[in-house]
Nanobody
Framework: QVQLVESGGGLVQAGGSLRLSCAAS????????VDWHRQAPGKQRELVAA???????NYADSVKGRFAISRDNAKNTVYLQMNSLKPEDTAVYYC???????????WGRGTQVTVSS
């Protein structure tokens, strides 16, 4: 059974930084594209950043220049480095991935990020 586990969330002051991790475990042949999404209270889940299996990245306009997504295939882990955090970045952050040989997308349970002003 494949699992995705997010970690690294917490409470930080505006202007601070956090690094989120998304670790995959289980019977994994290969990890394909991985996305980070977030959902703030009362709002729809939105795509924050994405990285392909080849390392190409894409970002939401709201986080460009502040967030960076990266991956360590040897560790089956994808990271989201978040700098210059703003109160509006407060949300539960989820990772989503596709895996070689498996159908469908897999989601983690999320990690809470709270940015105080």
């Amino acid at each position: 059974q494949v699992q995705l586990v997010e970690s690294g969330g917490g409470l930080v002051q505006a202007g601070g930084s956090l690094r989120l991790s998304c670790a995959a475990s289980g019977s994994i042949f290969s990890i394909g594209a991985v996305d980070w999404h977030r959902q703030a209270p009362g709002k729809q889940r939105e795509l924050v950043a994405a990285i392909t299996s080849g390392g190409s990245t894409n970002y939401a306009d709201s986080v460009k220049g502040r967030f960076a997504i990266s991956r360590d295939n040897a560790k089956n882990t994808v990271y989201l480095q978040m700098n210059s955090l703003k109160p509006e970045d407060t949300a539960v952050y989820y990772c989503n991935a596709v895996f070689g040989g498996l159908t469908g997308n897999y989601w983690g349970r999320g990690t809470q990020v709270t940015v105080s002003s």
